[in-house]
């Protein structure tokens, strides 16, 4: 009787995987080595994103600021590990943040919620308040009948700003966004 060998989960290097992530057709997530698929977004998740990336690259044009939306990394690190991930929406204000593939260096970060809500709420927002740079990170439900907008300061040391209506001020990049418009937008969508 023989024993078949236990496969090992394949680590990839840094380049490996920033190599790999330019051929593949399915984005991938990066902690240390290992890699994790990511899921397709909603109708309605893509709607968020893009409602907030058009609001910012308008108020932004012309400014030392760049938006990128879900195809651009950011590349972190947390207890020494090397970290990728790909948020719905990020901006970068700091013209030392030129590297082609990722940025190491944003301002602002935007997840709009997914299936995974716990890896949005608490992982993605632990790991974006330990960059240097990062002075605001948003929450976004994109579920129409339970219209939520979270934003986390470093100004106001990370303590949540919990919006359901009116409007919401993205004090990092000095812009107000309608709250009702963005639900009445989504709520024609389906999903």
Request: glycine share 4%; net charge negative.
């Amino acid at each position: 009787m023989s024993v078949a060998a236990e496969k090992l989960p394949v680590r990839l290097s840094v380049a490996e995987y920033l190599e790999g992530e330019l051929k593949s057709e399915v984005r991938h997530e990066y902690f240390d080595g290992q890699v994790y698929a990511m899921a397709g977004a909603t109708r309605r998740h893509n709607r968020a994103a893009l409602y907030f990336a058009i609001r910012l690259e308008q108020h932004l044009k012309g400014g030392p600021c760049t938006v990128f939306m879900s195809d651009m990394k950011v590349r972190t690190s947390f207890v020494e590990k090397d970290l990728f991930y790909y948020p719905d929406v990020v901006v970068t204000c700091d013209p030392a943040d030129t590297n082609r593939l990722y940025l190491d260096r944003p301002r602002f970060w935007l997840e709009v919620l997914s299936e995974d809500v716990n890896r949005d709420r608490v992982e993605k927002n632990l790991v974006a308040q330990r960059i240097e740079s990062m002075e605001e990170f948003v929450l976004v439900s994109p579920d129409p009948g339970a219209p939520e907008i979270i934003a986390l300061r470093r100004r106001e040391d990370w303590n949540p700003e919990i919006v359901r209506s009116a409007e919401i001020e993205l004090k990092s990049m000095g812009l107000t966004v309608s709250v009702d418009e963005l639900y009445a937008e989504l709520s024609t969508v389906p999903d």
